[in-house]
Every structure is written in C-alpha cells, then in structure tokens.
C-alpha cells in the first residue's frame, strides 16, 4: 500500500539535510545566491530575524506572494533545493496555508509571534513535516511528542551570538548522556520531571539519540560557529541573518557550507575563514533585556 | 572483502554507514580522494545533489571516483541523490557533478513537493539468487528515470517507473532502504558488486 505523510516519510525529509545548511533567504535573489553556495534548504522569510527583532510589532507567516516568487525562482534556474517557511507557534491555520502552497518544511517558529501560548501545532494532522525549537531534552520531546520530524536549537534568532545555541546544544546532549545512565525504575520520574512522554525518554536512553534528527540554529554567523555546532552534536545548521547580513553572503554561504561538511578538520576551517568580508554585526545576548529574548517564546 | 565507504559530504551516510556495518562490512565515511583510497566500494546517499556536485568538484572527489571506477576497482550504489550522480543525464539544463556510470536520464524531485513522498511495497528481482524480495521503499522528493540505456538492468520499478537499476559494478535506486531497518539490499550491493573488486 502506497502511504504519504507517514512518520518515517517527513523524519526520512529531515535525514536528507544532514550535514548541510540551512539558509534564510527573503527574495528570489537570495534564494538564489543560496542555492549555488550549497544551501541543503532554504527558509523562506519575509524579514531575517535580526529586522524582526529590529523593527518590532507582530511578526507573522511570509505573504504567500514571497514564498511563491522564491519557489518559482528556484524551479526556474533548476535548482531542487527545498523550500521551509516559518508558521506562528500554535497558528495551526498557517500550518494549513503553508502546506496547502507545497512548502516542504514548516518550521514552528519562535522568532513570529506566537499565537497561542499554551498549545503548539498538533503536527500529527499534517502531511508536512514541521521542525520546532528546543532548549532542552524535556522541551524536544515534548514537540516531538507533538509530530515534530526534526528539532533544532532556539539559540537566540537575529543575535549573531552562538552562545544560546551552545547552551541549548550542550542542554539537550547532555541531558541524553545522563538519561543513557538511568535504571529503568527510574524512568517515569524522569519523564515527570522533564515533562516529556514516558515513550520518548526510554526511546532516548535506550538509543542515546533523539528518535528525529537535532540540528542548530539562532546566532551562528561564521564558519567556525557552524563548525562549533557540529562538533558539539548538531547534524546540521540553520544560518538565518548571519548570510545576508554579513557584507558578501555569497562567499560566506560558501564558506559555511564547507565548514559544515569537514568541521573536524582545522585546517580546511581555516582556509574557508579566511579573507571573508564582515561578519553580521550582532549584539551580545548577555546584555540583552529578558524580555527583548525569543527563545522563551514556546514552553 | 575490503571497507566499504559512504560518501559523506551531506546528506544521510551515517544511515547507510548502520547499514553497511550490520551487513557485515567495515565501513568509514569519506569526504577527501585519499580516504578513497581505502575503499573497495563507496554508497552514495541521499542529499542535495547541487550542494553535493558543489563539494564534490572543489575537494576532487568527482575525478576521484570515476578514476576509481573506470579502472575497475570501485563498486558504487547510489540512493535517490546518489542515483542522480551516479546516471549520465538529468532533464533539464543542470550543471551537476554526474558520473555517468549508468547510461540514464533522470529527472530530478519528479514527484512534487515533500507532501508528495510516500512509501510503497515493491518487488526486487532475484537479489542474491533467492528470488524476488518484497521491499518496503521509502520515496523522499525522489527523482525518476526516463530514458534507459541498452545496457541498463531493470531490477525493481514503481508504477511503471524504474527504482532500482543496474549497469556493471554500479547499482542505483530512487528509494531510501537505509531508512527503513531492511538491511538486504546493502548485502545485495556488497554480495553482488563490491564483492567482484578484487581486495
């Protein structure tokens, strides 16, 4: 029997990415530009998180105008890449549009406003695959538990400050070694106190790993972030305003690209840093106000 | 037989290097033309083949295979992007890093967008001599073929279409085995083509 939308279909979308980046582009230029840089995927955005966090307001879905001139774009130039787009969290109506424009990967994105702030998307509906934000173990599996086919970190979105990411990276994979070590008896309490399904905490000490792939995302801006991220655990990256904020995205897109294939090795690391124009400028998340911080958006 | 390597410049090669391993099989992941050196067999995966011809071109791991092949010492299975690079022609005007050791034409993400991928039983014929084989198929964004060699095996198709095809010591498939736990299809690859590279 011939089935779509299955579970191993949207995490098999997610596997296929691995070792790649992940670029947010806001025009069809953009798009391009990532494209032939070696974008794995490109998000489809009207504003990259850094403008978000700039201009202020309610920041929603993409007009389906811009997302549709970025797909056409890419398909025109041949290029196959797929395209992501960013719903409200909890704005399952959102999800709906974005799936019904053939988007591939529907990230529920705490860099939007959210639009519900007790219940996230009930993602097993939908035949798209979605990707949520984490800052811990108990966080993943609960949007797992929801349908998520891929987690990545929240980071801090728009900082081009890696140091969030990091936190949250070292949070989950930490949190997977200690549950690795856990009696069995001990279990419920655990999924208790992370607040995630018994389910999924024994699939994770039981396997070490997510049962979906762990990417990173929010503040990586340069090759070695990317590479750092890697190294750490993620299997693949987000690049959101780091690209096209930088003064030539084209060749640092590239450079991040390969950081990302061989980021255990220094030496290639250090070729693809070099000589790059500047970095997005950013700002330092530690003197950031609590409240100006994306990431708590989401529970 | 000697190790057998995944080519892992991006995409899904830490699941194909699971599956090598449980077939039986030394496996190591390769990303430089030295690494090739140690292998007798290489998959390549499923990814991002503009991505993938990108790297692959500026590392010198495109010359490096199809030396290694044409000299008759490397056996390769490519999976859906895999497939792509491994066929000597794609729809359309691209400019990717294909091998062309499969005299195919391929058309890539032929299926529409990702609400579109499916899993689908299909037949394999007779894989290692045991008969067909029942094979749940996991399509993701995947590409077909449309236009065939005369040189071309026809080993298992979907709907018509051909999903895994055979041309000398090169086995490709639209479909992701490595995403299922069905690790036979590996074995086959190893039995029936790595295995002929002498060690």
Request: proline share 4%; hydrophobic share 45%; glycine share 10%.
């Amino acid at each position: 029997m011939e089935e779509k939308g299955t579970m191993r279909v949207k995490i098999g979308l997610a596997e296929m990415l691995k070792g790649g980046v992940i670029m947010d582009v806001t025009t069809p230029e953009q798009a391009l530009i990532a494209a032939e840089a070696g974008a794995a995927a490109v998000m489809a955005l009207e504003r990259v998180p850094a403008d978000i966090r700039r201009d202020g307001g309610v920041a929603r879905m993409a007009d389906p105008n811009v997302i549709d001139g970025i797909i056409k774009a890419l398909k025109e130039k041949k290029y196959e890449v797929p395209v992501m787009a960013k719903a409200r969290i909890g704005h399952f109506v959102e999800a709906q549009i974005l799936e019904a424009m053939g988007v591939d990967f529907v990230d529920e994105s705490e860099v939007l406003t959210p639009a519900d702030e007790h219940f996230h998307i009930d993602k097993h509906k939908f035949k798209v695959p979605f990707v949520c934000g984490a800052r811990n173990l108990g966080e993943a599996l609960r949007r797992i538990g929801e349908g998520a086919a891929m987690i990545r970190t929240k980071g801090e979105a728009g900082s081009g400050d890696v140091v969030e990411a990091v936190r949250h990276m070292r949070a989950v994979t930490g949190d997977i070694r200690r549950l690795t070590q856990l009696p069995d008896e001990e279990l419920m309490t655990e999924a208790k106190n992370l607040g995630a399904p018994y389910d999924l905490v024994k699939y994770v000490k039981e396997n070490g790993k997510l049962p979906v792939p762990n990417f990173a995302a929010g503040g990586i801006a340069t090759p070695a972030d990317a590479a750092l991220m890697m190294m750490l655990g993620a299997e693949a990256v987000f690049v959101g305003s780091g690209i096209f904020k930088s003064e030539d995205p084209a060749t640092r897109a590239k450079a991040i690209v390969d950081a990302v294939t061989h980021y255990r090795d220094p030496k290639v690391l250090a070729e693809v840093s070099r000589g790059l124009k500047g970095a997005m400028r950013g700002l330092d998340v530690s003197k950031m106000d609590e409240k100006d911080l994306l990431q708590t958006r989401g529970w | 037989m000697g190790r057998i390597g995944a080519l892992a410049l991006q995409g899904d090669f830490e699941l194909h290097i699971k599956m090598l391993r449980r077939a039986g099989v030394e496996a190591a992941e390769i990303r430089t033309p030295a690494q090739l050196d140690s292998v007798s067999g290489l998959v390549i995966p499923g990814g991002e083949s503009t991505t993938v011809s990108r790297l692959m071109r500026r590392y010198g791991l495109d010359k490096a295979i199809r030396d290694r092949y044409l000299s008759g010492s490397l056996a390769v299975y490519g999976t859906c992007m895999g497939m792509i690079l491994v066929c000597s022609d794609t729809e359309g005007d691209h400019d990717l890093a294909q091998l062309g050791f499969i005299d195919a034409t391929v058309e890539r993400n032929a299926y529409g967008p990702q609400v579109e991928s499916f899993e689908s039983d299909i037949v394999i014929d007779s894989v290692n001599g045991a008969g067909p084989m029942l094979f749940r198929a996991v399509f993701i964004r995947a590409p077909k073929v449309t236009r065939l060699g005369d040189g071309v095996k026809i080993l298992a198709s979907h709907a018509g279409a051909p999903a895994l095809i055979s041309q000398g010591l090169c086995l490709a498939g639209n479909f992701h085995p490595e995403l299922t736990d069905d690790w036979r299809l590996h074995k086959y690859f190893l039995d029936e083509f790595a295995a002929r590279i002498g060690d």
